[in-house]
Each structure stands twice: as C-alpha cells, then as structure tokens.
C-alpha cells in the first residue's frame, strides 16, 4: 500500500517572516499525519522552513536545482546547497519551469539523475496543455515526458522519484481534471512505468495529481487508487492546506 504524500509548493511567494508565520500556523495542524507531508518554498526560505520543522515529521523541498555541483552559473543552486540546509525534497520539471525558464526533457533528466545522487527525493512534473488537450495527443505527450524523466536510471532508483501529474491547464486556472480523468492519466503513467522497467517498480512510485487542488476535491481525487496524494499550489499557502492533508479524518 503506498502512503500518500502531500507536497504544497508555494511558487515566488512569502518571504522568510511571511514563511515563518504560516509553518508555525501549519506545523502542528499536519505534523503526525497519516500522510508524507512537504513544504517546498522559495530557496530564500528553506533555511529558516527547516528549523521550525526540524523536530518534526515534516519533510522540506527545494522547488528546482541545477544538475552541475557547482561552477559559473549565476543564479544556479545545487544540490548540496538544498542538502546542506536540512531539506530532502526537489521539485524538477514543472511546467512553470519548462514554459518561462526553457527547461526541457533532457535537462529534467539531468536533474533527477543529480538529485538522486545526492539523496534527494525528486518530484517531478509532468503534464499536457489545453490544446494537447483538446487535440486528443496529450497522453501520448505526457508518456513521452515520464521516458525521458527516466532515461537511464536504474529500477533501483527510479523508486526514489515521485511523479506528479499537473494538466496545465488546470495549474492556477480554478479548473480541475475529473476524478476519472486524473486516474486515467495517472493509470497511464503508472503502465508507462511498467513499460520501462515492471510492474513491481510501476506498482511502487507514488504519482500525485497537481491542478487547482483544495479541500473540497482532495478527497475524490485520493480516493482513485492510482491517485497517491497531491501537488498543491495555491491552497498551500493558508489553513486550507490542513484540510487537505487531514483530508481522512
């Protein structure tokens, strides 16, 4: 049975004293969850994220690195960097990545290949836009992004990725897949995963759904069982957040 997992991922927003006022809020509202739970906040912020929650059970993430140690790239983070100040999760590949900030396949691969060489766990994106969408190829368009994601790396270690599937169309947009229609995606997803590698590995890898999620559709949505927790943008950032996480109690 694989535990859900839920990762709020709080984009260019708050700053440390605004971040250290919502985790106080939060901390004691999620910690001890059934539930894996994530803060990934802005870099400015997982310093001071990672001592509040040091003594306790939630996890912090990074929300992008670079995948060279180090070197002449201004504005760059590594991983080390994320390591050192006490967080164990990356985001890689969201679509917000891929659309303003060029990111591509082959750099989500080089990146999830350096997290988990330095004991990261990646979360990484994938996801298809309106007009994939409506041209009928966005399933095919996100199978190829979860094999280039994959390219190379070993059955043993893809079980430390997790997958998040974000339509993006449905990012920052209020709309949502339908239950039925993020349990399709993420069905496939997961067959994908067998296609690489078997189903013993596919059957393993969390898959998330990322897309206007808030309390009143987390529910149905962990409910379908290739569903294994959530992405969750906006709703992450107020008390919002709690109910999605307590969703099951």
């Known amino acids: ?85 006490g967080a164990d999760y990356v985001i890689i590949g969201h679509s917000e990545r891929r659309a ?23 979360i990484v994106c994938v996801g298809e836009s309106l007009e994939q969408k409506e041209t009928k190829i966005g399933l095919d368009f996100v199978r190829i992004q979860v094999k280039c994601a994959f390219k190379d790396i070993s059955p043993e270690d893809a079980l430390k990725v997790t997958i998040a599937y974000e339509p993006i169309w449905a990012i920052g947009t209020g709309r949502t897949a339908s239950n039925e229609d993020a349990q399709a995606f993420c069905k496939a997803i997961r067959d994908t995963i067998a296609e690489i590698y078997d189903s013993s590995t596919a059957e393993n890898i969390r898959i998330l759904y990322g897309g206007s999620v808030k309390s009143t559709n987390a529910k149905g949505l962990f409910a379908m069982p290739d569903i294994d927790g959530a992405l969750v943008g906006g709703a992450s950032l107020n008390e919002d957040f709690e109910k999605i996480v307590n969703y099951n109690k």
């Not at 004691?28 to 001071?48: A, G, Q, R, T, Y």
């Not at 303003?100 to 766990?121: P, S």
Request: hydrophobic share 40%; proline share 3%.
């Open 1 to 85: 049975m694989r535990k859900k997992l839920i990762a709020g991922n709080w984009k260019m927003n708050k700053t440390p004293s605004e971040a250290m006022e919502l985790v106080e809020l939060l901390k004691n509202k999620v910690k001890d969850s059934e539930n894996d739970v994530v803060f990934c906040v802005p870099f400015i912020d997982l310093d001071i994220v990672c001592d509040i929650l040091k003594e306790t059970d939630i996890h912090v993430g990074a929300q992008n690195m670079y995948f060279e140690d180090k070197g002449a790239y201004t504005g760059e983070i590594s991983a080390d960097m994320i390591k050192n100040v």
């Open 100 to 122: 303003y900030f060029a990111e591509t396949d082959e750099t989500v691969n080089l990146k999830v290949k350096k997290a988990i060489e330095k004991e990261l766990n990646p």
